[in-house]
Every structure is written in C-alpha cells, then in structure tokens.
C-alpha cells in the first residue's frame, strides 16, 4: 500500500493508447495544468513510423527527487530509446520545493491530474 511517508523516487505506469491524429514526429509539449501562474508540461515522446490507426503501448513516467527536485528531462533519453521501439512515452511535470515551494501534497495532487491517455 502507498502511503504519504513513502520516499517514492519514481514510477511508470503502462497503458494502450490510440490518438486521431496523422503521423507525428518526435516530441510534443503540452500544458496540462496551470496553477499560481505555474505551467506544467506533459510531453510525448512518438516513434518517427508512429500512425494513428494503429494502438501503441505507452509509459508515462514521473520523475524522482522524493519531490523535493528533479525534472521530466530526467527520463528524456529513456523515452527516446522506448519511442524508437514503437513504445509512446509522455514525461509529466509536478511542482516540486527547490522550483516552486511546495510539499509532497502539491506534488502528488499535480501528478494524479496529469491527463494519463
């Protein structure tokens, strides 16, 4: 069981995913929420052969730093091997203590916003 005192450095989550759009090359950005004037990021990381009639497995990655620091860059060249691979990735930002002096609370309620497709 997960629980608030756990020091959790990172995780990942698998899912299917099927977008409606036409081929895309690499790396995508998107705000996926706003708060204080703060703009957290989600971004894609695609295979270059990526179409939109086909299903892909996917990883979305949170990165480590006990929510204290850190950034998504942190998983950007595993989401580069994976997306060679056929597997999409998305990199999700949080608010974390060094950037924005926020506890783990802010962090946690940041990342179970992030839009998983």
């Not at 695609?46 to 942190?74: D, H, R």
């Not at 997306?83 to 974390?96: E, M, N």
Request: charged share 20%; hydrophobic share 40%.
């Amino acid at each position: 069981m997960l629980t608030m005192n756990m020091n959790i450095k990172s995780f990942f989550l698998v899912v299917l995913i099927s977008t409606g759009s036409s081929a895309l090359s690499q790396t995508n950005s998107v705000v996926y929420k706003e708060i204080k004037g703060i703009k957290l990021k989600m971004d894609d990381y695609l295979s270059e052969t990526y179409t939109s009639s086909k299903t892909y497995p996917a990883m979305v990655f949170f990165f480590g730093g006990g929510w204290i620091n850190g950034k998504p860059s942190q998983f950007a060249p595993h989401a580069k091997y994976l997306s060679a691979k056929g597997i999409i990735c998305f990199l999700a930002d949080y608010r974390v203590k060094e950037r924005n002096n926020t506890t783990r609370f802010e962090a946690l309620m940041d990342a179970k916003s992030a839009p998983i497709p």
